[in-house]
């Protein structure tokens, strides 16, 4: 991993070329989990889901359901806040090919435990895609087919804490309808509510 972000680090130096943190309130209400940074995206800007296709469907979202201050992040310093949330993801840098294998999911496991453990206890937790799903529950030393992924499929983590699960908003979901803003809304506002009761 190091080696292949030395590499972008040279193909594009202005990049962000590093570990991606988690962006939003420190102590949020929901904490949205999605994959990676993405090669033009996080990796560039330094911000999950900011500069990449997925993330135009998640802040338009935050910004209806009054969760964001603007309906798009195209920067890191472009002054956009996020309200009683909070935005990370399961693999804090940039996967070569842009996917995860297991060695990357499992050495970055630890950074979730850590952002989970900081979390209050009637926080609840968004996860976008199968893959942040399983890497929140390993997090939380769930047994993983107490708790299968499915879209707005809502558990109780061991933490007692909630899981509600979205199909990811990446290009291939939105573009296939496996995934619509509707749909995507509809799951968010879920999560919110969830995390307000």
Do not use: W
Request: with cysteine; glycine share 12%; hydrophobic share 40%.
């Amino acid at each position: 991993m190091a080696e292949f972000l030395g590499g972008l680090r040279e193909k594009y130096p202005t990049y962000y070329n590093a570990p991606v943190p988690a962006f939003g309130e420190p102590e949020p209400h929901l904490l949205i989990v999605g994959l990676a940074p993405g090669m033009h995206g996080a990796n560039a800007t330094g911000r999950p889901f900011t500069g990449d296709f997925a993330g135009i469907l998640l802040y338009e979202t935050l910004h209806e359901l009054g969760l964001a201050s603007a309906p798009e992040s195209v920067s890191a310093d472009d002054g956009l806040k996020l309200n009683g949330c909070r935005i990370t993801n399961a693999v804090k840098c940039l996967p070569p090919e842009n996917k995860p294998v297991g060695a990357e999911i499992n050495t970055c496991n630890r950074f979730l435990c850590a952002e989970l453990a900081s979390l209050g206890p009637g926080a609840v937790i968004l996860a976008l895609g199968g893959i942040a799903h399983r890497a929140v529950v390993k997090a939380e030393a769930g047994r993983q087919k107490d708790f299968p992924f499915g879209h707005g499929v809502v558990g109780q983590l061991p933490s007692g804490r909630q899981l509600i699960s979205s199909y990811h908003c990446s290009r291939y979901n939105t573009q296939t309808k496996r995934l619509t803003a509707a749909m995507f809304k509809q799951v968010v506002a879920q999560a919110r509510d969830l995390a307000t009761q």
